[in-house]
Structure formats: structure tokens, C-alpha cells
């Protein structure tokens, strides 16, 4: 089982996106890194009896204009998508 199917099923039984799950293991142990999703337990040495603190991830959202003040017409990467 890889650590993205541990995350992927804790985050289905609180009822929340994956992406929003931060796994922190404890101090004596190497830190859990976006690159450790494609890993299985066994990879990343997590013991049986090991306990893992699960905390929600802060996402931080850039505010993007869609709208460029100067013409009042749709930003390039706007018009992209939305056309």
C-alpha cells in the first residue's frame, strides 16, 4: 500500500480532498514529503506500531484578476480558458 492510498482512504472517512491532509511522522523519524506519495509503507520504514499525526494542510490561494483593469477586458490566461 502506498502512503497516497493511506492518505487517499483518512481522507475519505473524515470527508475531506486528500490534497488537504498534512501526515507528520514523529521527530527521530524522516519528514513525509509530497515526493513519499508514490511510496509504499514498507519504503519509507513506517513501523506497525508507529503513530502518525494527521493535521489539516494549509492551501494557500493566489487572488488572480480575471479582468485587467486597464482595458476591462479578460486577462491573457483568462481569455484562454474561458474562450
Given at each position: 500500500?502506498?502512503?497516497?492510498e493511506v492518505v487517499d482512504y483518512i481522507a475519505k472517512l473524515m470527508n475531506k480532498s486528500p490534497l488537504k491532509i498534512l501526515l507528520r511522522r514523529d521527530v527521530s523519524k524522516p519528514?513525509?514529503?509530497a515526493s513519499d506519495y508514490c511510496k509504499t509503507l514498507?519504503?519509507?520504514k513506517i513501523e506497525n506500531n508507529e503513530e502518525i499525526t494527521i493535521?489539516?494542510?494549509q492551501i494557500?490561494?493566489?487572488?488572480?484578476p480575471l479582468?485587467?483593469?486597464l482595458t476591462g477586458l479578460l486577462?491573457?490566461?483568462a481569455e484562454h480558458i474561458f474562450t
Open positions: 500500500m502506498t502512503l497516497w519528514e513525509i514529503t514498507s519504503q519509507l493535521n489539516k494542510a494557500i490561494h493566489a487572488q488572480v479582468i485587467n483593469p486577462v491573457k490566461e
